[in-house]
């Protein structure tokens, strides 16, 4: 089993990666989320995850029974409530502190939207309301959720499956909410699709191509294969001088720009499955095909990640420290691209044989993911002194001026 996840956020959003401990809870304690505070569960399992600095939920994670989960925006027909409620982050780490495996993890998601509702801005500098989808995983099996208010509709997952910001369930759901039950089969996706703005989101067509460059690999998937599917940035990007400001459409990789193009990914996630556990890789910054995907192991000694980053700029914080390289690099994509892409490949081949050899010996784990997290930090910090900020002045005017102005809010210093 192999899962892949971008998270698509605004600019300046920093992403933190942070280990939860496995926790007992007194019988009558709250759980105060991002926005309103339910009834606690009596014991939390431990968790890996990776959420916006300022919510309580996360966008993807995984915990110690192998369990890992992604979220979607989903834009339907019916208006998502604006009423503070729990967010799609909030019910994937509750499903995550909560469940031992994909299957509960979706009755965990489902009661508690039942019970609870979904809503509440999930935008940061704009306001930004949706529902939500999830694709969820255990090594064993997989299923992708889909929800609407508090209806939602589950299929299971059975060979390859791709997700992104449009409703993609059609007739081969294996439950449905009972709101949504009836006695013959309906196409779900159809039923509740926003087409209008999906055709500015582009959900179906990024959904689609991730489909395909999946099934490119005929059943034979690598962690790699995941990481260029995440670093994919549609078949506009095959021409020799592309650069993300001459994307025309929304990609798996996506870059940000002026007006609505507000989004970018700002942290990636791979997870393998192997007999002797789950690797996750992680980029913890934003722009994966400028990034390195280093190992974490739940268990195993964690990296260190002391400085929690928020919307300032901070010099110690990894993910900022990635933006001084990631926003340099903008101003000559191509050429910085294709200067670390081998080293980077390269870097990223030696992470998986050397993870790989060392499962199974948890004193030589330890030190090869810190070996890991060191070399990729050294990296960055030579791929950072070879950028220089020049303002974005060889990109058009509107796309520096959208960029120079998130460098203002964020307070990001030139590189």
Same mark, same amino acid.
């Given at each position: 089993?192999?899962?892949?996840?971008?998270?698509?956020?605004?600019?300046?959003?920093?992403?933190?990666?942070?280990?939860?401990?496995?926790?007992?809870?007194?019988?009558?304690?709250?759980?105060?989320?991002?926005?309103?505070?339910?009834?606690?569960?009596?014991?939390?399992?431990?968790?890996?995850?990776?959420?916006?600095?300022?919510?309580?939920?996360?966008?993807?994670?995984?915990?110690?029974?192998?369990?890992?989960?992604?979220?979607?925006?989903?834009?339907?027909?019916?208006?998502?409530?604006?009423?503070?409620?729990?967010?799609?982050?909030?019910?994937?780490?509750?499903?995550?502190?909560?469940?031992?495996?994909?299957?509960?993890?979706?009755?965990?998601?489902?009661?508690?939207?039942?019970?609870?509702?979904?809503?509440?801005?999930?935008?940061?500098?704009?306001?930004?309301?949706?529902?939500?989808?999830?694709?969820?995983?255990?090594?064993?099996?997989?299923?992708?959720?889909?929800?609407?208010?508090?209806?939602?509709?589950?299929?299971?997952?059975?060979?390859?499956?791709?997700?992104?910001?449009?409703?993609?369930?059609?007739?081969?759901?294996?439950?449905?909410?009972?709101?949504?039950?009836?006695?013959?089969?309906?196409?779900?996706?159809?039923?509740?699709?926003?087409?209008?703005?999906?055709?500015?989101?582009?959900?179906?067509?990024?959904?689609?191509?991730?489909?395909?460059?999946?099934?490119?690999?005929?059943?034979?998937?690598?962690?790699?294969?995941?990481?260029?599917?995440?670093?994919?940035?549609?078949?506009?990007?095959?021409?020799?001088?592309?650069?993300?400001?001459?994307?025309?459409?929304?990609?798996?990789?996506?870059?940000?720009?002026?007006?609505?193009?507000?989004?970018?990914?700002?942290?990636?996630?791979?997870?393998?499955?192997?007999?002797?556990?789950?690797?996750?890789?992680?980029?913890?910054?934003?722009?994966?095909?400028?990034?390195?995907?280093?190992?974490?192991?739940?268990?195993?000694?964690?990296?260190?990640?002391?400085?929690?980053?928020?919307?300032?700029?901070?010099?110690?914080?990894?993910?900022?420290?990635?933006?001084?390289?990631?926003?340099?690099?903008?101003?000559?994509?191509?050429?910085?691209?294709?200067?670390? %892409?081998?080293?980077? !490949? @390269?870097? +990223? #081949?030696?992470?998986?044989?050397?993870?790989?050899?060392?499962?199974?010996?948890? $004193? *030589?784990?330890?030190?090869?993911?810190? %070996?890991?997290?060191? !070399? @990729?930090? +050294? #990296?960055?910090?030579?791929?950072?002194?070879?950028?220089?900020?020049?303002?974005? $002045? *060889?990109?058009?005017?509107?796309?520096? %001026?959208?960029?120079?102005?998130?460098?203002?809010?964020?307070?990001?210093?030139?590189?």
């Amino acid at each position: 089993m192999l899962f892949a996840k971008n998270s698509d956020r605004e600019r300046n959003e920093a992403q933190a990666l942070e280990f939860k401990p496995a926790a007992e809870h007194e019988a009558d304690a709250g759980l105060p989320c991002t926005y309103i505070t339910i009834p606690q569960a009596r014991r939390t399992h431990a968790c890996l995850i990776s959420r916006p600095f300022w919510m309580w939920g996360a966008e993807m994670g995984a915990n110690e029974h192998g369990v890992v989960i992604g979220n979607e925006a989903m834009h339907s027909l019916i208006a998502p409530s604006e009423t503070p409620a729990l967010t799609g982050m909030d019910l994937l780490r509750l499903a995550l502190e909560r469940a031992a495996s994909a299957a509960e993890a979706v009755d965990v998601i489902t009661m508690l939207l039942e019970a609870y509702g979904q809503g509440g801005n999930c935008g940061y500098l704009h306001q930004f309301f949706y529902h939500n989808g999830f694709l969820i995983a255990d090594g064993r099996e997989a299923f992708v959720l889909e929800t609407i208010g508090r209806s939602w509709a589950c299929e299971r997952v059975r060979d390859e499956r791709a997700l992104s910001n449009a409703y993609s369930i059609g007739r081969g759901y294996e439950r449905v909410s009972n709101d949504l039950a009836q006695p013959e089969r309906f196409d779900f996706a159809e039923r509740f699709i926003d087409v209008e703005r999906d055709g500015v989101s582009f959900g179906r067509g990024r959904c689609a191509r991730g489909g395909q460059l999946l099934a490119t690999h005929d059943g034979k998937l690598t962690p790699q294969a995941m990481m260029a599917v995440l670093r994919d940035h549609g078949a506009e990007s095959e021409t020799p001088a592309w650069a993300p400001e001459k994307t025309e459409r929304r990609s798996i990789c996506m870059h940000a720009a002026e007006s609505a193009r507000r989004s970018q990914t700002t942290a990636s996630w791979v997870s393998e499955w192997m007999p002797q556990g789950v690797v996750h890789w992680v980029t913890a910054s934003a722009a994966p095909s400028l990034s390195l995907f280093k190992p974490i192991v739940l268990g195993a000694e964690a990296p260190d990640g002391a400085y929690t980053p928020t919307d300032p700029f901070c010099r110690q914080a990894r993910w900022w420290k990635h933006e001084l390289w990631h926003r340099g690099a903008l101003c000559n994509y191509a050429e910085h691209l294709a200067a670390i %892409a081998p080293e980077r !490949d @390269a870097l +990223e #081949a030696k992470f998986a044989s050397d993870v790989r050899e060392a499962m199974g010996s948890p $004193a *030589r784990l330890n030190r090869v993911i810190a %070996a890991c997290w060191q !070399d @990729a930090d +050294e #990296a960055e910090t030579r791929w950072r002194a070879g950028v220089r900020h020049d303002g974005y $002045a *060889r990109c058009s005017e509107a796309y520096a %001026a959208s960029w120079a102005e998130l460098d203002r809010l964020g307070m990001a210093p030139p590189a």
